[in-house]
């Protein structure tokens, strides 16, 4: 990791499954100032405390923290301080919450957000996303049990949502689906 630090020019960095990173990493990672694209899935010792360290990037845009299992509502809090943030993946980051997805609304460059499947998030989250994420054109929903038609739908004041994954959310409807697609006409969704 030290290693990393002697190219301070670095834009792109993939630890992709390297278990053994930990939130000291993170710190050591935090001095890449000209980072931009950063990978850090399946990295599972990373918690919070790591992603604070992450928020002090000053350039970085696109962050992957899939299967991060110890990342929750304190971390995304923390990255909701990096405007410059415009695509994050969290797949499998079950404790976050409404709590963390507002934290992730108000970032003004998000494009594309992939929400963690089977995580305690509700239409109030979505309903939130959909207000604040002004630069929003892809979100994956999956495995959402509290997402309603209603959370859905809230989506339509999403204007410039092109794509849209709604995967086994057992509380959204065709109806709501046909309803979200006549208002968002030029939107793919995908729904199963």
């Known amino acids: 990791m030290l290693a990393l630090l002697r190219f301070s020019r670095l834009t792109q ?7 053994e990173i930990t939130d000291k990493a993170l710190e050591g990672l935090s001095k890449l100032t000209s980072l931009e694209e950063l990978d850090l899935s399946l990295c599972n010792q990373i918690t919070d405390r790591g992603i604070f360290y992450l928020s002090l990037l000053p350039a970085l845009r696109s962050l ?7 990342v929750g509502d304190a971390g995304l809090e923390s990255l909701g301080k990096c405007k410059t943030l415009e695509t994050i993946s969290l797949w499998s980051c079950e404790e976050i919450t ?3 997805v507002v934290s992730l609304a108000h970032l003004p460059k998000l494009k594309k957000l992939d929400l963690p499947e089977f995580a305690r998030i509700t239409d109030r989250g979505i309903a939130e996303l959909a207000k604040n994420a002004a630069s929003l054109e892809e979100l994956r929903l999956a495995n959402l049990v509290e997402l309603t038609d209603e959370g859905l739908t809230s989506l ?15 509380k959204v409807t065709a109806a709501g689906i046909s309803a979200l697609q006549a208002a968002l006409p030029s939107c793919q969704i995908r729904y199963s």
């Open 64 to 70: 992957n923290l899939n299967w991060c299992y110890s």
């Open 156 to 170: 339509a004041k999403s204007k410039k949502l092109r794509i849209l994954s709604v995967e086994e959310c057992p």
């Open 98 to 100: 409404d709590a963390g």
């Open 13 to 19: 960095v993939s630890l992709a499954g390297c278990t």
